[in-house]
């Protein structure tokens, strides 16, 4: 993305954050979850568009920021409580980067597949066991609007951080490991390292929207906060935008978000049937994503 | 050990023992060779020699099951491909393997921006342009990789590994598929990095290619080296011929 | 001693069947290159069909089998030609189709388990079928868990007779050790990965019905059996079925030891140390076939 590009972008954020002034109801509550949505969805592509590994994961650690809310919100100050969810994020992603990254993608899908699950039970066993406690209630004084303005904040970081790796060695180096990784590693790139550094800044992004949102719940327990379901909502977004660009996801997540806001309340029992026929339909019909139709059209118009 | 160091006083890369099996196919069996500082030495050997695992073990695809492999007096056998390349190892690939979503300026500072003498930005494309000009793509930096010619990728593939400031050059059959034109030029470009100081190992099957360029040539036979020598004795040796016609009692 | 037999051969069993729903997986990876992340979901689906077919028309399980594998073949088959040979089509290469298969088998997932959760609600299930205690080995099991183990060693036997015995085992066996050069010799890869595909699917089936003899289960419980049986393949490595079987046993005696003397909920992160333990030590699998 360019300088202007980006400084329209950072300024379109800003206006944004005047909506809580302007209705306080449906409108910021749709905001609210289009936001969390597109930070996530930029920051899967941000990793998965130039490595092309596939993350299930989003939900592991969109979780456990989320219930790093739930376990220490009244204990520490705010800003803090963000970090220490940040911190957690990066160390879980860490650990699951060293053990798959510098292997076949197969293992990274497999090992991300189920890793909500996984840390879903270990946070319920280790609450079951260790506090005695299952369940906790979220008490911290923070808004619906500032929740809006802390996701608006976060997607503008990411947008400018995206930005800046477009043009670092270290997006370079995505960029050719998403070309040939036996090229890349024959001029020099460590791979595995450049893979891990980038899988560990996405989900730090995911663990600190968890922990941004984790207000909006009264109550959480291991079960909601870990619901498999965002990563798949996540992915489809992705997938539908495009993760060629930056803001490719972004073209996904708005029409995405409203339209499953229609289909939760109009049917919520057969939520999931229809999601995933969304899904394939995305999957056979837009292989490249809006975005990437949009640039073939483009070139199609130029040639 | 030293009695290898005294027969070449000073190799740039010593080979020694190398060992590499798949399963029970022993690919490379024992192999032992060294090259000098700015020399041209060709690897031959019939198809299945064990050619392609040998640049496969030195350039860090592969790591040995035994043997040695030292750069400049630094044991390397085993590193992974990435600090083999930092250390001055570049390499081009049997089935040319360009960049096709990059631009062919974005191909070459690949190999700038992570090597030996790294370089980014302003200094990178300026070298890149030059390396370009040098391989014969001069002026076309911003075409997609996507549209060269089979030959013109070589050239590419080959600019991307000058890219690193090699000290050893792999080349695993750089100049087949080329037709006579490309396969002209490109012995004179591999010529030029000679007299430039280069130093080539290069895998080949086109002999007029070897005769033309390669000071020393090793064949290998069965993952072994059966001959080693300047180009136009060794491949006059009977045990050589015999490889490569797959004769009789031998 | 006793606590012990019976956790031994209660991992055992469940040991068994993991391999059995491994075996049909490492059919459909290693053979039509298809990484299904929907499996787990066709687990759950023959065990409510086990289930359906015993409660509402009294047909025992054993007979359930011979009605379930067959049209699983069938679904599989069809399941293969009409909604995955696009995708095959439109691969450039392998990586572009394990990737379109992963996310098109992911959607896949979320629909099949929405039309269980539909039809079936989410509650956990069971029937009671042949519960009836007997000794083995100084333990005491249900006699349906030993008639599974039965039923799945007969059925892993098979078809590794048929792989290793006759022409069209030996054209599977073929593909999955070199698919390029399959082609060549003259074998028909579309058929011979829509036939391993649907194969892999028979068995899976097998699998789910033999295991809701003895174990409950519910519509969202597909994710993890999947899991699991990605685990096995991957330990045992791809395409391989005795790789599969070791893997299989040593995951499910992990997981009864870890559920009886440490804590039951921490099996699934006990096959997650199993997996990382593969990934940081043997990579390749246990016997040194890499994963694709």
Known sequence: ?303 | MSAALGTDPSPLLRVEGLRRAFGGLVAVDGLSFSIRPGEILGLLGPNGSGKTTALNLISGVLAPDAGRVVLEGREVAGLPAHRLSRLGIARTFQLVRVLPGLSLEENVVAGLAFGRDPAWGTEARARAAALLERVGLGGRAAQPASVLTYGDQKRLELARALALSPRLLLLDEWLAGLNPTELRGGIDLIASLRDEGCTVLMVEHVMDAIRALADRCVVMNAGRSIAEGPPAEVLAERAVIQAYLGEDDA | MEAAAATIVTGFVLGGMYALVAIGLTLQYGVARIMNLAYGEFVVAAAFAALWLFTSLGVSPLLGLVLVMPLAFLANWALYRVFLTPLVRRAPDAGALETDSILATFGLLFVVQGVMLAIFGGAYQSYSYLSVPVQVLGATITANRLVALAFAAVIGGGLWFLLAHTRMGTAVRAVAVNPAAAPLVGIDMARTAALAFAVGGAVVAAGGVLVSTFLTFNAAMGMVFTMKALVVVIMGGVGNLMGCLVAGLLLGLTETLVASFVDPGLTLAATYGLFLLVLILRPAGLFGVAAR
């Open chain 1, 1 to 303: 993305m360019s300088n202007a590009a980006l400084g329209l972008s950072l300024l379109a954020l800003a206006a944004l954050a005047a909506l809580p002034f302007l209705d306080t109801g449906f409108w910021l509550a749709l905001a609210i979850n289009v936001a969390q949505y597109a930070v996530l969805a930029t920051a899967w592509a941000m990793f998965s568009g130039p490595t092309r590994y596939v993350s299930l994961a989003t939900a592991a650690f969109f979780g456990i920021g989320a219930y790093t809310v739930a376990v220490l919100g009244e204990a520490l100050p705010w800003p803090l409580v963000l970090l220490v969810a940040g911190v957690i994020g990066a160390v879980m992603s860490l650990l699951v980067g060293f053990a798959t990254l510098r292997l076949s993608g197969v293992y990274f899908v497999v090992f991300t597949f189920g890793l909500a699950e996984l840390v879903r039970q270990l946070v319920t066993w280790f609450e079951v066991n260790v506090t005695r406690s299952m369940g906790r209630y979220v008490f911290v004084e923070i808004s619906q609007a500032q929740i809006l303005w802390q996701l608006l904040a976060l997607f503008g970081a990411l947008l400018a951080l995206g930005t800046w790796l477009a043009r670092s060695r270290l997006g370079f180096a995505l960029r050719v490991i998403g070309e040939d990784e036996t090229v890349a590693r024959h001029v020099g790139i460590d791979t595995a390292r450049a893979k891990v550094a980038l899988f560990a800044l996405s989900s730090v992004f995911m663990a600190l929207v968890g922990a941004v949102m984790a207000p909006r719940w009264t109550y959480l327990d291991p079960a909601i906060a870990f619901n498999p379901s965002i990563s798949f909502t996540v992915l489809i977004m992705a997938l539908l935008g495009g993760t060629r660009s930056l803001l490719g996801p972004l073209l996904g997540v708005v029409p995405l978000a409203m339209l499953f806001e229609v289909l939760t309340a109009r049917f919520p029992n057969h939520f999931s049937i229809l999601v995933g026929v969304v899904f394939l339909l995305v999957v056979y019909a837009l292989p490249q994503g809006v975005s990437g139709l949009l640039a073939r059209l483009r070139r199609g118009a130029v040639a």
